[in-house]
């Protein structure tokens, strides 16, 4: 069964520390996302990758990073988490193609906690 | 720009009721539609999906048409159970790849035993 695998599903990291979020998916997909769940305002893209190496913004990138330096696997990095980075993080991976009616896959999701 | 729009929740229904969650949508295209679930404490899961108007997705009970008249998606389902309990998206993508999918904000549905 094809996976996304993010490494921790609860996470609990002091203020200004540097947080890691890994992700990786066995599917061979070329693009890759990070996305934030919160209550009342639904899903929110952070960062997305279409290739090794490559990176665009979406539409919350402030205080993140991302690193793909292999095709399996995609970081999201906070480099000093605050209190309101606290939230759900979702990762998925999409096929490439000239098929839009391919979805995402998500991963499990890990909750974070900024104390 | 391309957006979804979903009826608000929560929505309670009491077991074996009919089911409908109201989805919309605006596109300059012909997107493909999806319905994505998500189970208390875990990721989203592609529940249906279509590709073209008046495809009709459907799985686990679950079914939704692709009104292209009307842009809409509704999810349907003829009896529910308290297994079914569980937020709700309706998304579309009108381009693949690494163009990102729009997402509604999630319906969340509680079934009472």
């Known amino acids: 069964d094809v996976k996304v695998t993010q490494s921790s599903r609860y996470l609990v990291k002091r203020t200004g520390e540097k947080v890691f979020l890994e992700c990786v998916q066995d599917?061979?997909?070329?693009?890759m996302f990070w996305y934030r769940q919160d209550p009342g305002l639904g899903l929110r893209l952070i960062y997305f990758?279409?290739?090794?190496?490559?990176?665009e913004k979406g539409d919350i990138p402030e205080g993140y990073s991302v690193s793909r330096e292999k095709k399996e696997r995609f970081s999201l990095i906070l480099e000093s988490a605050s209190t309101n980075q606290t939230s759900m993080y979702l990762c998925?991976?999409?096929?490439?193609?000239?098929?839009?009616?391919?979805?995402?896959?998500f991963g499990s999701g890990t909750r974070l906690t900024v104390v | 720009g391309d957006s979804v729009t979903q009826m608000e929740g929560p929505v309670t229904l009491s077991e074996e009721a009919f089911l409908t969650i109201n989805c919309t949508y605006t596109?300059?295209?012909?997107?493909?539609l999806f319905w994505y679930v998500q189970y208390p404490g875990e990721g989203l899961q592609l529940l249906l999906k279509?590709?073209?108007?008046?495809d009709k997705g459907s799985n686990k009970g679950f079914e939704a048409t692709y009104r292209k008249e009307t842009t809409s998606f509704h999810l349907e389902k003829g009896s529910v159970q308290v297994s079914d309990s569980a937020v709700y998206f309706c998304?579309?993508?009108?381009?693949?790849?690494?163009?990102?999918?729009?997402f509604g904000s999630g319906t969340r549905l509680s079934i009472r035993p």
């Open positions: 279509a590709t073209k108007a008046d």
């Open positions: 990758s279409y290739d090794v190496k490559m990176k």
């Open positions: 998925a991976s999409r096929g490439q193609g000239g098929f839009f009616n391919y979805g995402y896959t």
């Open positions: 998304a579309l993508s009108d381009q693949g790849g690494a163009s990102k999918i729009i």
């Open positions: 599917m061979d997909h070329e693009n």
């Open positions: 596109a300059t295209g012909y997107p493909s």
